[in-house]
């Protein structure tokens, strides 16, 4: 639960802490907008950041899958044994 809750400050902190981008706006071929960030070393800090933060995510959901296989392997083996009893 610690875990999460230091991921959960992690993401507020980085979200929240975010600076507004400076973007020009010019066209591709199509005359569609696109966006250039023209601050690439703040970016790649966010970036960083962000993928740190995914990573512990990530990792969270792991052991919580192997959790949860872990309690299905056991509630099947607990029924295999009702099973047997009452057969």
Known sequence: ???????NQVLKTGWSSRKKRQSVAIVDKDHQPVA???????SAGEM???????MLMQEDI??????????????MAAL???NELNG
């Open 1 to 7: 639960m610690k875990d999460r809750f230091e991921e």
């Open 48 to 54: 960083s950041q962000e993928r740190a933060a995914l």
């Open 36 to 42: 250039i960030d023209t601050n690439p070393a703040d």
């Open 80 to 82: 295999d044994v009702v």
């Open 62 to 75: 792991e052991r919580s899958r192997h959790q949860i296989e872990q309690a299905h392997q056991q509630w």
